[in-house]
């Protein structure tokens, strides 16, 4: 269970539950705040407030072993190294998630220069799977991917979330919204988080 109390980033304020094994939808307009909740929650960005895994607070552990655990992912990643696969510990655990994707495992090598955003997209999405968090941040994974892509990504979080994983997923679209979550959050021009039904 990730407990989030009284989370303070800029104009924002939120408190809310997010089990195990469940996949809260986020939505809101452009700019309200969704990215820097998200950040927040995994301690990228000065904040304030309280955020617990299990009863655990965030501040009883280093951060990168806390975003081990409660992982961001970015709509664009970030890169730094040449080939693509120099960003991964061992490529071979990679390759099945890769293919389920729609890339070759032939990818390992491609410069990362030479990579399309919604590439880049995907191969974000996988390094941070490979992590095995307890709960993903999920920032509009799907924002530079067409419809069988994104279906891929859906498929392959919500399989992660049947295996306990949680999940909070920003996006825009209301479909995808109501298909990969059990919960909608509406994030308010005040920063504050509302419980839509779906
Ligand atoms: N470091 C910062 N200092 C001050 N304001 C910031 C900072 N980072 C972001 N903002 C502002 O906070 C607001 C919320 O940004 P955020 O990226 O969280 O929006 P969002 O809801 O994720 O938007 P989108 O749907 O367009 O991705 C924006 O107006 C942005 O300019």
């Known amino acids: 269970m990730l407990t989030v109390s009284a989370l ?13 094994g469940e996949c809260i939808a986020l939505q809101g307009p ?3 705040g969704k990215s820097l909740l998200l950040r927040a929650i995994a301690d990228l960005d000065p904040n304030e407030g309280s ?3 299990d009863g655990v607070s965030r ?7 806390w975003r081990r655990q409660v992982t961001y992912v970015a709509a664009e990643p970030g890169w730094w190294a040449d080939t693509v696969q120099e960003h ?15 890339l070759p495992a032939s990818c390992g090598t491609w410069p990362i220069r030479r990579l399309s955003t919604g590439e880049k997209q995907r191969l974000g999405l996988v390094r941070a ?11 509009e994974p799907t924002s530079a991917l067409d419809a069988a ?6 498929a392959l979080v919500a ?11 920003s996006t825009h679209n209301s479909g995808q919204a109501r298909r990969v979550g059990s919960r909608l959050f509406m994030m308010a021009s005040g920063g504050h988080l509302e419980e839509h039904s779906l």
């Open 159 to 169: 399989a992660r979330v049947s295996a306990g994983t949680s999940v909070l997923w």
């Open 88 to 102: 991964f510990t061992d490529w071979d655990l990679a390759t099945p998630l890769v293919d389920q994707l729609g």
């Open 149 to 154: 892509s994104t279906a891929s990504v859906e």
């Open 59 to 65: 501040e009883t552990m280093s951060a990168p072993v």
């Open 51 to 53: 955020v617990e895994l």
């Open 129 to 139: 799977l490979l992590l095995h968090s307890r709960v993903l941040l999920l920032d």
């Open 30 to 32: 452009s700019g309200v």
């Open 8 to 20: 303070k980033r800029l104009h924002i304020v939120v408190s809310f539950e997010l089990a195990d």
